[in-house]
């Protein structure tokens, strides 16, 4: 049950239906860090694959707290800072 009383729908059933918002919140987080058309493309197939891992544990995850786009917006930003670690590494003094 979400926070509201209803009953959520199957994770990948929300996935699907999500799935121009999560293409949306992509683009913008692509953009915002000046990645190039490929690097952009690869963090996108990348944060697909990482929201479908586990039978979907990221939207099981959703308590309905917050409209499913906010959650999600604060999911992809973290994902793409998994994402620039596993590339880059991590900075240490």
Known sequence: MTANGETPPPPEE???TCLP???RLI???SRRNALSASDA???AAWARARLMDNDYAIFRKF???S???T???VVLSNLFRDWRNSLWG???P
Do not use: Q, T
Request: glycine share 12%; net charge neutral.
């Open 14 to 16: 929300l996935f699907l």
């Open 21 to 23: 918002v999560i293409d």
């Open 27 to 29: 683009g913008i987080i």
């Open 41 to 43: 493309d690869e963090f």
């Open 63 to 65: 308590g309905g707290r």
């Open 67 to 69: 409209s499913i786009a």
């Open 71 to 73: 959650y999600l917006a």
């Open 90 to 92: 991590r900075w240490r």
